[in-house]
């Protein structure tokens, strides 16, 4: 999208040159008259000081802006039709502001940090969205980045205020995306832990200052009118009790003005938009509450409940700090993977020792990593020997052994002894970045079931406000009218859903999981088959001798040096198939056949090892007899020296997992392309009814359509390149950690180590949130039925309805929150990443 900058230049070029309101502490003490007198900025809400300055036609009439800089960010927003936006926002805009150039987050080693190459000239990022004051704000960036050329793809959170971006590096650049965000009066930047939680400390602390003077108001306000409420024989003189009524007056005015803030100017803004919001009915209720108070006190007459209003308040912000908090605690456990990367590392340089910003390692570095502390980088260890606790990426309680040549994942805890290790990939490189793309990805969508909550909700908004309208004209009691406002709670319904999808996607990614697609976990959860695969999946993968048929006078161990000795230089998985140890000596002449097999000089004499037939021309006769599928022949000029039976071993947890898939109640399907007597054999083994053998990718992608037209909810477990068209076919998938990348992008959840049993327990926590939500949303339903038409009769008073409201948010929350509980596998892994250590790592705890 082109926009003409000419008359809106661009907010960081107009900031030195705007009209600066001073200091609040610098002020003049006649400019607080000013300022009140003067009108308010369209765009940020602050006093504009020379009228008539700074215009700009929005909405249909001219606006007055303070300016130059937001008159410039408002035409910019209406130039590219999003003048909707002022429409719907529940909070003025901030004003431009300096900020740093955008172009340093070009910087190709800037970009290692945070960015990761997603395509040959695609890369993506995830950033912050700051001055975010609601969700119109949101809207407006995710709608505006959508028209910039060569942005491919971009998704905002609307819980975390984080968005990720795509883009093509041949088209556009990071900074332009930034400037972009910019110029729409917002600012941008790459997604920082430490930062991301200074950000959150703000806002908890000023929602903690919101609840105080709710809370003191509440207290002083209830101390003046317990003499009311104790004059039962009219003992209290009126001019006194006129004066109580005028100081719980001054003590509830700040509770009004500071505390219930948020709900005044979200509760406009959906008015000016010509709809109701979620805060629409609490801030009638106040309002309303605290006027006819306020008419009561200036004519002397009636009842005033400056008492029951403050109180209201206090619950109602205690509810919404509780659900901050509660947010905060079930998205914390989705950070866990960028929170824990150490912050230093101690890089080599030889035998010396240089402590440096984990964020400034490359591949190729040489880092130490002393007992007790994280890995800072993904690598390999070139010296030592010790553990590690990889916990916190795969969910493992028990430490990984190292030792020379074993990969090291950054975030993992080196448990015994230090290691040295050579950098591979640092930054968003590193398999935890990966992962924790991945899961942001998921938490950036919007399930079915959260919209439908928030379709729910909505509507609940106007039947409130309607019922509270009828009240007060059947019954004339403003108080009433107050009581069903507030005690009907849209927000439970709100709530009900996204909290315990947050707080499960976080169980999960603990116990080895990562949640990539938000939907996933619905689908899992009414999944009523499974189809397995074979390699790599329920077997290892990697081909290991099962037993060795000897057919000359060469020894076992023999036959297998002098085949050692052939595969030495051989690719093939066979050849790994026979480990290591010693090998025969004085090989020459060493030729490899591809396809067939190797053949070498060994002691004077050929050898050949391979298939049957290539090694039959050799040994001057047909192979002996064997029934094994997968095997390798070893012959030389004299005849046939042996045969090795080769086979992919089952995984550790294979058996237990096809038992506990049984046990919970799913049809388990075997689809493998290893030959069908191969894939029964193990099928039968295993105790599997269903399966298939020679499948091809579409014959699998077939089979799982089959299981869907029969009405059946299909769940797939895969991990290779041509599992990819089944797992994107079926209803919910899973893939493996270790297996293709390409399997990984078109699977819903992604099992992070080797432990199978991580599948029979998402399916297990996936059905338990479905409980929650169904249990949250029960009670809520339950909750409005009761609560309104009680309301509505006059059996509930204000104070009494804030508490029903209240406690109504509580128990969805506390009841969402049981997802995040501690299990077996968390009370394992910190034991298991103690050492005898003391750490000394700043970001270990």
């Given amino acids: 999208m082109q926009v ?53 036609s929005v909405l249909g009439a001219e606006r007055e802006f303070c300016c130059a800089g937001c008159e410039a960010v408002a035409g910019t927003i209406v130039a590219g039709g999003f003048e909707q936006y002022y429409a719907t926002r529940s909070a003025a805009a901030l004003q431009p502001q300096d900020l740093p150039p955008a172009a340093i987050y070009d910087d190709p080693d800037a970009q290692r940090q945070f960015a990761v190459r997603s395509g040959e000239h695609r890369r993506i990022a995830t950033l912050i969205l700051d001055r975010i004051r609601c969700a119109a704000c949101l809207w407006l960036n995710e709608q505006w980045l959508r028209r910039l050329p060569g942005l491919v793809r971009v998704d905002i959170n609307y819980a975390t205020h984080r968005a990720q971006v795509e883009w093509d590096e041949r088209e556009t650049r990071l900074s332009r995306i930034l400037e972009a965000i910019r110029a729409i009066g917002y600012d941008a930047w790459p997604f920082d832990p430490l930062r991301h939680a200074s950000l959150e400390r703000a806002t908890r602390r000023a929602a903690l200052w919101r609840l105080f003077v709710a809370g003191f108001g509440a207290m002083q306000v209830m101390m003046y009118a317990i003499p009311a409420y104790f004059d039962g024989g009219g003992t209290l003189p009126p001019e006194s009790a006129q004066l109580l009524r005028w100081a719980s007056l001054a003590l509830t005015l700040p509770v009004i003005v500071f505390s219930c803030g948020p709900f005044f100017a979200a509760a406009w803004r959906d008015l000016q938009g010509r709809r109701i919001g979620l805060d629409t009915p609490i801030a009638l209720g106040i309002a309303a509450g605290f006027g006819a108070s306020v008419w009561a006190t200036v004519s002397g007459s009636g009842e005033v409940y400056f008492d029951s209003i403050s109180m ?61 502390e994280r890995v800072p980088a993904d690598g390999t260890v070139e010296r030592g020997c010790s553990s590690a606790d990889e916990s916190l990426l795969t969910g493992e309680s028990v430490p990984v052994a190292k030792a020379a040549g074993s990969t090291l994942i950054g975030g993992s805890v080196n448990v015994e002894q230090p290691l040295t290790m ?122 290991a001798l099962a037993r060795t048929e000897r057919f000359g006078s060469l020894g076992e161990q023999d036959c297998i040096a002098l085949a050692r000795a052939l595969e030495a230089s051989s690719r093939h998985p066979i050849a790994r198939a026979f480990g290591e140890g010693p090998c025969a000596a ?73 038992q506990s898939l049984h046990a919970a109640g799913l049809r388990v399907h075997l689809v493998s392309g290893d030959a069908p007597r191969v894939v029964e054999a193990l099928a039968r083994s295993l105790g599997i009814a269903s399966f298939a053998g020679g499948a091809t990718p579409q014959d699998k992608s077939a089979f799982v359509q089959r299981l869907q037209g029969e009405g059946r909810v299909v769940a797939m477990l895969g991990d290779g390149l041509n599992d990819a068209p089944v797992l994107a076919r079926a209803d919910v998938s899973i893939a493996m950690g270790n297996g293709s990348e390409i399997a990984q992008l078109h699977s819903d959840l992604v099992l992070l180590g080797e432990r199978l049993g991580a599948v029979p327990e998402a399916l297990a926590g996936a059905r338990r949130t479905l409980r929650v939500i169904g249990q949250n949303f029960a009670w809520a339903l339950a909750y409005n039925a009761v609560a309104l038409p009680a309301a509505a009769a006059g059996w509930v008073g204000p104070w009494e309805a804030a508490v029903g409201m209240a406690a109504s948010s509580f128990i969805v929350v506390l009841n969402a929150l049981r997802l995040a509980g501690r299990g077996r596998a968390d009370s394992t892994w910190k034991a298991a990443s103690t050492s005898s250590f003391l750490s000394r790592s700043r970001s270990y705890s």
């Fill in 422 to 543: 050579r950098v591979t990939q640092v930054g968003a490189e590193t398999a935890a970045a990966a992962i924790a793309r991945l899961v942001e990805r998921a938490a950036a969508a919007r399930p079915a079931l959260v919209a439908s909550a928030d379709r729910i909700a909505r509507v609940l908004t106007y039947v409130v406000v309607g019922t509270a309208l009828l009240a007060y004209l059947g019954s004339g009691n403003p108080w009433i009218a107050v009581a069903v406002l507030v005690v009907t709670c849209p927000c439970a319904l709100a709530l009900a859903a996204p909290i315990a999808l947050t707080a499960a996607a976080a169980r999960l990614l603990e116990q080895g999981v990562a949640l990539t697609r938000s939907g996933a976990l619905e689908a899992l959860a009414r999944a009523g088959d499974i189809v397995l695969d074979k390699t790599g999946t329920l077997t290892t993968g990697r081909l």
């Fill in 586 to 658: 004085d090989v020459s002449a060493l030729m490899n056949v591809p396809g067939h097999g190797v053949e070498a000089c060994v002691a004077g004499r050929r050898v050949r090892i391979g298939q049957a037939a290539f090694c039959a021309e050799l040994a001057g006769s047909p192979a002996p007899g064997g029934g094994e599928r997968t095997a390798a022949w070893l012959a030389d000029a004299s005849g046939w020296l042996a045969r090795f039976a080769l086979e992919d071993p089952l995984r550790a947890g294979a058996a237990s997992l096809v």
């Fill in 312 to 372: 209201l308040v206090f619950l109602l912000l205690g509810a919404r700090y509780a659900e901050l908090l509660a947010r905060s605690r079930a998205a914390r456990g989705l950070d866990r993977l960028s929170r824990w990367m150490p912050s230093f590392a101690l890089r080599l340089s030889g035998e010396a020792q240089e402590k440096v910003a984990a964020h400034t390692l490359a591949a190729g570095d040489r880092v130490l990593v002393p007992a007790g």
């Fill in 4 to 56: 003409n900058m000419s008359r809106h230049p661009h907010p960081s070029m107009l900031v030195a040159g705007r009209c600066a309101l001073p200091e609040r502490q610098n002020r003049p003490p006649h400019m607080a008259n000013i300022l009140a007198a003067a009108p308010a900025c369209f765009h940020c809400g602050a006093a504009v000081l020379e009228p008539r300055r700074w215009r700009s």
